[in-house]
């Protein structure tokens, strides 16, 4: 069965490191999401790429950055993590045009300490 | 600044009455209205869509209305049980899909 897959699920880091996200998508959807979910705030955009070699910014994407080299992954990279970033991220993908909705993967919960 | 709201961040039922979510959106552009379900310590599933074209749409206990005038959604859950206890986001896209607004959610808890 098609799935998405986010790793690791829990991780703690330092202030300072660099940290990246892992998701995998076996939907073969062309469009890839990453959110982020924080009380009172919902689920807000960080980047999204339409497709390989495609990225673009969402409204919460500083201190973020993605590259999508292949359809399948779509790494999530903190620069220097910031305690502002502790947060659950889940990654998304979706077919693209003329087919909607998100599928979702089951989120990593970042500690930055 | 917000572009889909859901006012209330949480709401609790009786078990069998009927449990209504609200989300409010501002842009006029929008054309596809998603809700989704959220169980702690897992992501967001689908559960019910409507398009700019409808005013209603039914899916079992679930129906989700839009009043595109008042730039309104509701999600009414008939009759409710416990296992409906969930976060509830509203979602809104413009006509090509592809990219979803969320709302902030509203925390539903069903009371046996």
């Known amino acids: 069965d098609a799935e998405i897959t986010q790793s690791p699920r829990h991780k703690i880091t330092e202030t300072g490191r660099q940290v990246t996200l892992a998701c995998h998508q076996t939907?073969?959807?062309?469009?890839m999401f990453w959110y982020r979910q924080d009380l009172g705030h919902g689920l807000r955009l960080i980047h999204y790429?339409?497709?390989?070699?495609?990225?673009n910014k969402g409204e919460v994407s500083d201190g973020y950055s993605v590259s999508r080299s292949n359809t399948e992954d779509l790494p999530l990279t903190l620069e220097s993590a910031a305690s502002s970033q502790t947060s659950v991220y889940f990654c998304?993908?979706?077919?693209?045009?003329?087919?909607?909705?998100?599928?979702f993967g089951s989120g990593t919960r970042l500690t930055v300490v | 600044d917000q572009q889909v709201k859901q006012n209330s961040p949480s709401l609790s039922v009786q078990e069998g009455r009927i449990s209504i979510l609200n989300c409010d959106y501002t842009?006029?552009?929008?054309?596809?209205f998603l809700w989704y379900k959220k169980y702690p310590a897992e992501g967001p599933t689908f559960l019910i869509s409507?398009?700019?074209?409808?005013d209603k749409n039914e899916d079992g206990r679930f129906t989700v209305f839009l009043n595109k005038s008042a730039k309104h959604l509701s999600l009414h859950i008939v009759p409710s049980q416990p296992g409906d206890s969930a976060v509830y986001f509203c979602?809104?896209?413009?006509?090509?899909?592809?990219?979803?607004?969320f709302g902030t959610g509203t925390s539903l808890t069903v009371i046996p």
């Open positions: 998304a993908s979706s077919p693209g045009q003329g087919a909607f909705g998100y599928t």
């Open positions: 939907w073969n959807h062309n469009n």
């Open positions: 790429s339409y497709g390989v070699h495609d990225t």
């Open positions: 842009n006029s552009m929008f054309d596809y």
């Open positions: 409507i398009s700019s074209i409808k």
């Open positions: 979602a809104a896209s413009g006509n090509t899909g592809n990219q979803f607004y």
